[in-house]
């Protein structure tokens, strides 16, 4: 059974840092690409990074180039988000996702066919 399941969220202060992290069971990892999603309170889900199976290499939306990074452990089946520097602006759930089996990394939703439960990410002073 094909299962994603996020965690890392919480409340951090702006500037602070968390690291989320997507377990991946019942396929494996290394074979898809896999991207993270966030959504705000009354808005759309948004693409935030996805990361290539074949040659690692990552894509990210404007606003969190230089303060996002993201990552993959093969051998524990796991896609992390590493995210510093956070603003309000970062405030939303985040889900990580699997991108169809024959798509490249694409920031649209309907290019996903597995999705996490989400984990909420609050940055607030």
């Known amino acids: 059974q094909v299962q994603l399941v996020e965690s890392g969220g919480g409340l951090v202060q702006p500037g602070g840092s968390l690291r989320l992290s997507c377990v991946a069971s019942?396929?494996?990892?290394?074979?898809?690409?896999i991207g993270w999603f966030r959504q705000a309170p009354g808005k759309e889900r948004e693409g935030v990074s996805c990361?290539?199976?074949?040659?690692?290499?990552?894509g990210y939306r404007d606003s969190v180039k230089g303060r996002f990074t993201i990552s993959r452990d093969n051998v524990k089946n796991t896609v992390y988000l590493q995210m510093n520097s956070l603003k309000p602006e970062d405030t939303a759930v985040y889900y990580c996702?699997?991108?169809?089996?024959?798509?490249?990394?694409?920031?649209?939703?309907?290019?996903?066919?597995?999705w996490g439960q989400g984990t909420r990410v609050t940055v607030s002073s």
């Open positions: 019942g396929f494996t990892l290394d074979y898809y690409h």
């Open positions: 990361i290539s199976s074949i040659d690692g290499r990552a």
């Open positions: 996702a699997r991108v169809m089996r024959g798509y490249g990394c694409s920031p649209s939703k309907t290019d996903y066919d597995y």
